[in-house]
Structure formats: structure tokens, C-alpha cells
């Protein structure tokens, strides 16, 4: 007997397949991005898309060379592993052209309770208090220089 002799549905069934295929290949070839694969399982073209993007952090070390006095201060301070764009935001226009852009002071309110507002997420040795407590709404820097916090090494205002 003719083993093949039904066997049309399973070459039509075949051919189903390699239509799937073929489409597949058609689409993936229009939705890949093309530089996709050059460096392994990533979008090549990415790295210059995201190496063209404005600098927008300075580094502190920029900060550093102009505003030595600062860099002094804070140097012996509780905060010297705090970096200044960490409290003064990304200021990369203003070291670049400090007389035209001019950075606005941070507020106090806002930025150390960032840091310092009592958490049982915090690591229990981090310095942490509550604000309506601690100061009451009395500004931070009336107290503390926020260069050098620790008011009982010598870092009052
Ligand atoms: C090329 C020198 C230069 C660099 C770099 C520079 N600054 Fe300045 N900065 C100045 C000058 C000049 C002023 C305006 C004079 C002043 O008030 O001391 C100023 C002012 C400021 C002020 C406002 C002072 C005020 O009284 O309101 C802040 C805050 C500041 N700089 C922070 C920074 C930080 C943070 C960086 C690093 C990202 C930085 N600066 C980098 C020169 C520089
Ligand atoms: C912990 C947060 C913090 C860090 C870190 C910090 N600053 Fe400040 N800085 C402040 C605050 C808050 C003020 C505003 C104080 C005020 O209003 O009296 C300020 C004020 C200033 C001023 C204005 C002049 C003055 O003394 O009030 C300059 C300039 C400045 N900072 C530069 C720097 C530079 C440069 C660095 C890094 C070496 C730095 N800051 C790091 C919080 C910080
Ligand atoms: C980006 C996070 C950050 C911000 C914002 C910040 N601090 Fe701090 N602060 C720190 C770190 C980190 C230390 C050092 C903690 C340590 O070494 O145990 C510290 C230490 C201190 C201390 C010393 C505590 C002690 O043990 O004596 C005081 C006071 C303090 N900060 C006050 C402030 C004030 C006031 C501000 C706002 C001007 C501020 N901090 C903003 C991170 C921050
Ligand atoms: C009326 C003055 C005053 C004001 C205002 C004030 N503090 Fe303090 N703060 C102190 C004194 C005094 C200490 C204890 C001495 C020290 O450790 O520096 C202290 C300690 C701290 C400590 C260390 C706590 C610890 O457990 O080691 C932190 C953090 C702190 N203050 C943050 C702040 C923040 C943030 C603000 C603003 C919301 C603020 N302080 C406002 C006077 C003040």
C-alpha cells in the first residue's frame, strides 16, 4: 500500500509553516533596529544616542576648584562624603558660565529631611530626627551649617 497517499493536508499543513516563516523574517527585518546585534544582544546605535545627551552634572570636583573655601569646610565636616550636586542639584550649566547662570540656594525645609527624616528604613547608626520635633520649623542652617552639620564639632554657624 501507498504510505503517502493521503498525504496532501500534511504538505499543505507544510506549507502553512514556511509562510509563517517567511513573514516572520519580513517583519522582524522592518522592526529590529539595524545596528541591534553588533555588540551582542543590544541596540549599538544606542551608545552615541545616549553619549550625544547634554552633561548636566558637573562633578564635584569642578565645584571644587572655584569654591575653595567651601571645599575646605565641608572637607572636615560630617558631610564630606556628600557630594555638592547631591544638595545643589545638577549645575553643570552654572560651573561652566557661573556669571550667567546663578544657582538658587536649596531650601532646607525640603532637602535634609530627604536625608535625615527618622525612618525604620534608614540604617539605625544614620543620623536621623523628626523635624516637627527637632526644630520645629525653625530652619535647618539657623543651626547647623550645612557644609559642616555637626554642631558640636565646631561646625556652627
Ligand atoms: C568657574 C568657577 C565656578 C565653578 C566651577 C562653580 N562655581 Fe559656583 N559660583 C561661582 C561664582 C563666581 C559665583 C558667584 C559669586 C558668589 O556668589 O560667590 C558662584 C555662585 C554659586 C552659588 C550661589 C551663591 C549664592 O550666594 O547664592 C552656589 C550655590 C554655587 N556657586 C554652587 C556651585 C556648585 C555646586 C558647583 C559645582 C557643580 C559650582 N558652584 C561650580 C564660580 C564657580
Ligand atoms: C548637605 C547639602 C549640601 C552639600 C553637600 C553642599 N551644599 Fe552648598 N549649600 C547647601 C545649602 C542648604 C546652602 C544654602 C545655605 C543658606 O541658605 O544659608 C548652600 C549654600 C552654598 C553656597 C552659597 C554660599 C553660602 O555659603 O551660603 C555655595 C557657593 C555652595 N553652597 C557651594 C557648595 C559647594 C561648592 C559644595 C561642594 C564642595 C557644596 N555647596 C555642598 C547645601 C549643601
Ligand atoms: C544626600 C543626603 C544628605 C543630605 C541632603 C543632608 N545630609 Fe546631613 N548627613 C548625610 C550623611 C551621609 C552624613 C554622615 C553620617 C555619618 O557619617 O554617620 C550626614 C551627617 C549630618 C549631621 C551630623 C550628625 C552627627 O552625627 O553629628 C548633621 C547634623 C546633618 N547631617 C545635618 C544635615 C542638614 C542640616 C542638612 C541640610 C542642610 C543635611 N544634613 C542634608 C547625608 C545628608
Ligand atoms: C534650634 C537649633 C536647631 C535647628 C533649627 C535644627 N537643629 Fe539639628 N541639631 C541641633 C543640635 C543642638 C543638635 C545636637 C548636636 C549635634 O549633633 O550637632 C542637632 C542634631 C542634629 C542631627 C544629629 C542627630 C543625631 O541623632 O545624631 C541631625 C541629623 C540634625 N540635627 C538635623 C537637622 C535638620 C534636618 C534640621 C532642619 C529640619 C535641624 N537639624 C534643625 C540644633 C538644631
Do not use: W
Not at 533596529?33 to 544616542?49: C, L, M, N, V, W
Not at 572636615?76 to 545643589?88: S, Y
Not at 560651573?95 to 527624616?117: F, G
Amino acid at each position: 500500500m501507498n504510505l503517502f497517499k493521503d498525504a496532501g493536508h500534511l504538505f499543505r499543513f507544510a506549507g502553512l509553516f514556511v509562510i509563517a516563516f517567511i513573514a516572520f523574517l519580513v517583519i522582524r527585518g522592518y522592526v529590529v533596529p539595524k545596528s541591534f546585534g553588533k555588540y551582542g544582544h543590544y541596540r549599538a546605535a544606542a551608545i552615541d544616542e545616549i553619549a550625544a545627551l547634554p552633561i548636566k552634572y558637573a562633578g564635584h570636583q569642578a565645584c571644587e576648584t572655584c569654591h575653595t573655601d567651601i571645599a575646605t569646610v565641608k572637607g572636615k565636616g560630617m558631610h564630606a562624603h556628600v557630594n555638592c550636586e547631591a544638595c545643589h542639584g545638577a549645575l553643570a550649566a552654572h560651573a561652566n558660565d557661573p556669571a550667567s547662570v546663578q544657582p538658587v540656594k536649596p531650601d532646607t525645609a525640603v532637602l535634609c529631611v530627604r536625608c535625615h527624616s527618622a525612618s525604620a528604613a534608614r540604617p539605625k547608626n544614620f543620623p536621623q530626627i523628626d523635624a516637627a520635633e527637632h526644630s520645629n520649623g525653625v530652619p535647618c542652617e539657623t543651626c547647623h551649617n550645612p557644609h559642616s552639620p555637626a554642631i558640636d564639632a565646631g561646625g556652627a554657624k
